[in-house]
C-alpha cells in the first residue's frame, strides 16, 4: 500500500523563514492509493460474489426446508450482493479535493465540504489498516468532518495544513507539561524531574516486555504451570501498585496523547490470559460462587483504580473498562490460587464416559460426557486436553477427583481409569 507522511511539517521548522501557506498550489485532486485499491477493491468483490453464489444457491432450493427460509436468505445474500456494490463503487469514485479555501471529500452518492476558515484543529485517529483525519470545525457543536487517508498523496498535501492547529500535538504538549509539573511537586530540580520521567519510561518498558513475554508462555506453553500463572498474575498487581504509590506519574489507561508512562499493557495482556488458562484448564463444581466473588472483588478494584488516577479522561467510560479488565483479572486470580494452593486430599469419583466430541473453532476444545457422579446428579460434558479425549473412549471409566479449594471453592480434575495420578 502507498505510504505518506501528509501531516508531517517538522522538517519545514528549521528554514531560514518559517514556511507559509501557498494557496497558488490548489486547488489538487487525490485519488485512493493503488494498495488501497486492491485492498479494498478485493474486500467489495468479495463480498458481491459471496452475495451472488449465496442467491443462486440458495434461490435454486439447496438445504432449504421452506419457502420462508428460502426467501429470507436470499434477502440476506442480496444484501451483500448490494454492499459489494455500493463499496466497489464507493471506492472507485473516491476524491478528496483541497482548494486555496476549502476541503472536500465525495463520492458517487455524497459530498462533504469544510471550509479551511471554519477548522479549528485536526487530529489522527490511528486504526490497524485505514486512519482517519479528523477536523474540528468551529463552533465545536458543528459535525466533525471524518477523512479515511487511504489516498495517494504529495508535498502539497502536507503543506495545506500549514497554520491550523495539530490537536493532538498540543493534547500531547499540554499532558507533558502536567507530568513535569505533578513529577516536580515531589523531586524538585528540572534535571531530577526528568530522570524521574525517564525512569518511569524505562520502567515501563521493562514490564511491557516482561508482560509480553509471560502471556505468550502462559498463552502457550504453561510449563510449569504454577510459575507460569504466577508470572501473569503479578503482572497486573506491579502495575496497580505503581499506579497507587505514583500520585499521577503513571497512566493505565492506555490513552492517546496521554505523555505519562502506560500500564495498560502489563495490567490487560496478562490478566486476559489468566482468565483464559481458567477458563481453559480448570473445572469447578459450581460457578455462582466464583462469579460472585469475582463481581465483588473486580468493582472494589475498579473504584480503587480510579481513585489512584484523578485523570481519567472520561471516569464513566473509564470505570466500565476497568471493571471489564479487572473482571478477567479477578477471575483468573481466585480461580488459579484456589486451585493451586489446595493441597488437601481429594475424594475419588468413577464414572462411565458417555461419548465425546470436539469443538473445532479458532482453538479446539475437547470435551467428554460423563454419567452421573458424587454431588452431579446428572450426566454431564467437561473438557479435557486433547492427550486424554484421545486415551479416552466411550464406555470406558474415568477418575473425577473433587479438591474442596483452597478458597472453599470446590473443584475437579478428571482422570483416566482408577490407577491414574491425580490431573491437578
Not at 508470572?231 to 497507587?244: C, E, H, M, W, Y
Amino acid at each position: 500500500m502507498h505510504s505518506h507522511e501528509p501531516l508531517d511539517t517538522d522538517e519545514l521548522q528549521y528554514q531560514d523563514e518559517p514556511p507559509v501557506f501557498n494557496p497558488a498550489l490548489y486547488p489538487r485532486v487525490y485519488k485512493p492509493s493503488t494498495g488501497y485499491l486492491l485492498f479494498l477493491g478485493t474486500a467489495s468483490f468479495l463480498c458481491a460474489m459471496g452475495g451472488i453464489a449465496g442467491i443462486i444457491y440458495f434461490g435454486t432450493g439447496h438445504e432449504m426446508t421452506s419457502l420462508r427460509s428460502q426467501s429470507i436468505l436470499v434477502v440476506l445474500c442480496s444484501l451483500f450482493l448490494l454492499l459489494g456494490i455500493y463499496l466497489i463503487s464507493a471506492v472507485l469514485t473516491s476524491r478528496l479535493i483541497l482548494g486555496p479555501d476549502f476541503i472536500e471529500v465525495k463520492d458517487f452518492l455524497s459530498s462533504k465540504l469544510l471550509r479551511r476558515s471554519d477548522i479549528a484543529g485536526y487530529r489522527i485517529l490511528p486504526t490497524q489498516y485505514i486512519s482517519t483525519l479528523v477536523f474540528q470545525p468551529t463552533p465545536a457543536e458543528r459535525k466533525k468532518l471524518k477523512i479515511p487517508l487511504f489516498f495517494r498523496t504529495d508535498a502539497a498535501f502536507g503543506e495545506w495544513f500549514l497554520g491550523i492547529p495539530n490537536l493532538d500535538r498540543e493534547d500531547l504538549g499540554q499532558s507533558m507539561a502536567e507530568l513535569e509539573a505533578v513529577v516536580a511537586r515531589d523531586t524538585p530540580g528540572i534535571e531530577a524531574t526528568e530522570e524521574r520521567i525517564a525512569a518511569a519510561y524505562r520502567t515501563v518498558k521493562i514490564l511491557n516486555w516482561a508482560a509480553g513475554i509471560a502471556s505468550g508462555w502462559a498463552w502457550i506453553y504453561p510449563n510449569p504451570y504454577p510459575l507460569s500463572m504466577l508470572a501473569v498474575g503479578a503482572l497486573p498487581l506491579i502495575a496497580i501498585v505503581l499506579l497507587a504509590r505514583s500520585h499521577g506519574l503513571y497512566q493505565i489507561e492506555g490513552r492517546r496523547n496521554d505523555a505519562r508512562p502506560s500500564l495498560a499493557v502489563a495490567f490487560i495482556f496478562p490478566s486476559c490470559v489468566l482468565a483464559f488458562r481458567a477458563i481453559q484448564d480448570l473445572h469447578f463444581l459450581e460457578w455462582k460462587p466464583l462469579l460472585l466473588a469475582t463481581s465483588t472483588l473486580a468493582a472494589v478494584l475498579t473504584i480503587f483504580l480510579l481513585q489512584s488516577d484523578p485523570h481519567f479522561h472520561n471516569r464513566a467510560v473509564a470505570a466500565v473498562s476497568m471493571f471489564f479488565i479487572g473482571t478477567m483479572f479477578c477471575f483468573g486470580a481466585i480461580a488459579q490460587f484456589d486451585v493451586l494452593a489446595d493441597h488437601q486430599a481429594p475424594a475419588t469419583y468413577q464414572t462411565e464416559v458417555l461419548g465425546k466430541r470436539a469443538d473445532n473453532g479458532r482453538t479446539t476444545t475437547y470435551y467428554l460426557r460423563v454419567a452421573p457422579w458424587g454431588p452431579r446428579h446428572d450426566s454431564d460434558e467437561i473438557a479435557v486436553s486433547r492427550s486424554l479425549y484421545r486415551a479416552i473412549n466411550p464406555g470406558q471409566a474415568v477418575s473425577i477427583r473433587l479438591y474442596p479449594g483452597a478458597l472453599h471453592l470446590p473443584w475437579f480434575s478428571v482422570s483416566p481409569g482408577a490407577a491414574s495420578p491425580p490431573s491437578r
